[in-house]
């Protein structure tokens, strides 16, 4: 029900936008969340944006350098990397739930698979 895409390899300093297609429900009324998942680490929250307010939160490692949005209409959520780094390197994957909280994993009851982004020097 969510397609993550628009993952790839780049160097670093670039950009990459990834998006989250959902189908099969609306996912206007959730929020949504973008977690990433690094080779032997844990996956970690990266972003996340609620769908009531449209508030966002960010992990401190991507702050000012990633922005999350969400086009309701389209039914997808959007990923903006920009100023990439090695350490971003991960499988970034698309989430949904009915929470306030958007930094906590659990609180997710909807992935998508996953894309890859690998980031080169």
């Known amino acids: 029900q969510l397609q993550a895409s628009g993952g790839g390899l780049v160097q670093a300093g670039d950009s990459l936008r990834l998006s989250c297609a959902a189908s099969g429900r609306t996912f206007s009324r959730y929020t949504m969340g973008w977690f990433r998942q690094a080779p032997k680490k844990e996956r970690e929250f990266v972003a996340g944006?609620?769908?009531?307010?449209?508030?966002?939160g960010y992990a401190d490692s991507v702050k000012g350098r990633f922005t999350i949005s969400r086009d309701n209409a389209k039914n997808t959520v959007y990923l903006q990397m920009n100023s990439l780094k090695l350490e971003d390197t991960a499988v970034y994957y698309c989430?949904?739930?009915?929470?306030?909280?958007?930094?906590?994993?659990?609180?997710?009851?909807?992935w998508g698979q996953g894309t890859q982004v690998t980031v080169s020097s």
């Open positions: 989430a949904a739930g009915d929470t306030w909280n958007y930094r906590t994993e659990s609180n997710y009851a909807y």
């Open positions: 944006i609620r769908w009531t307010d449209m508030t966002t």
